[in-house]
């Protein structure tokens, strides 16, 4: 099975950026969540990132945060999570990654978290309330073979953006913006001259752009500067207009914009 360097690495080399697509598990309802995910994956997205809902997700803009209200309200907790993650990873070898937040791993019991994720087939995890000051102490230092995946903010100076990128594999989240996830028009040349630092920074893993990227427009805007782009907000604001069918659509879409 490709891990997740190796899968950006083979999208790259066909001239494409990776799409990534976040997911908040069990959202719109449990039943249908498996079907959702394998759709989103058929239609081009190269990764799925799974996010765990959580009642005060810090990264995540309003978008997000009712998803994952949803999700609770359904009954969505970590052993569905690692189900719909078995199911899913039974029909699919392409990278799966787990984005959820310190807490409900801390109460699950962090050995048991991760021992549980790679049995049920996750390649990576993002956790963006564990600042790289707290990593150390947060992961066991015993092997486990996840990818952990840290985020750069356009607030990083350049000693934290080479140290995450020494302590970060699979690839770095840079987060393209200041503030939540969310769906923008454009990013500003500011902005982009924040992702050209970042990128000329990572030396040991791929970077892939996050946070504001909703349009075909966004990524090729971003492109230049990235090895592949992370779209969340966008896709679940569509799921709650349009339902499956405009997801895979918008997927499709944004896989097109991917394309050298």
């Not at 990278?95 to 990576?124: E, H, Q, T, W």
């Not at 350049?158 to 923008?184: A, H, M, N």
Request: glycine fraction near 8%; aromatic fraction near 8%; charge should be negative.
């Amino acid at each position: 099975m490709l891990k997740i360097f190796q899968k950006i690495e083979e999208v790259n080399s066909r001239n494409e950026k990776v799409l990534s697509v976040f997911l908040t598990a069990g959202y719109p309802d449990k039943e249908n969540f498996v079907e959702l995910a394998m759709g989103v994956l058929d239609a081009g997205a190269d990764m799925l990132e799974i996010g765990i809902p959580f009642s005060d997700p810090l990264a995540d803009g309003a978008v997000i945060q009712k998803s994952s209200h949803v999700a609770i309200e359904n009954g969505v907790n970590l052993d569905s999570v690692f189900e719909f993650s078995r199911l899913i990873r039974e029909k699919t070898d392409k990278p799966l990654i787990l984005m959820g937040y310190a807490n409900p791993v801390f109460r699950y019991g962090i050995k048991r978290f991760l021992s549980d994720a790679v049995d049920c087939g996750i390649d990576g995890l993002i956790i963006p309330d564990i600042p790289l000051e707290e990593y150390d102490s947060f992961y066991p230092s015993d092997e486990i073979s996840l990818d952990r995946i840290l985020l750069t903010t356009p607030q990083s100076g350049e000693e934290r953006i080479k140290e995450i990128d020494s302590k970060s594999s699979g690839f770095v989240y840079c987060v393209s913006v200041s503030g939540t996830t969310g769906v923008r028009n454009s990013f500003t040349d500011t902005e982009i001259k924040s992702l050209q630092n970042t990128r000329s920074l990572i030396k040991k893993n791929k970077m892939l752009v996050g946070f504001g990227i909703s349009t075909v427009e966004n990524i090729r805007q971003v492109s230049p500067f990235c090895d592949g782009v992370i779209v969340g907000s966008a896709v679940i604001k569509k799921l709650d207009e349009s339902g499956n069918l405009g997801v895979f659509d918008l997927v499709k879409t944004l896989k097109s914009g991917c394309h050298g």
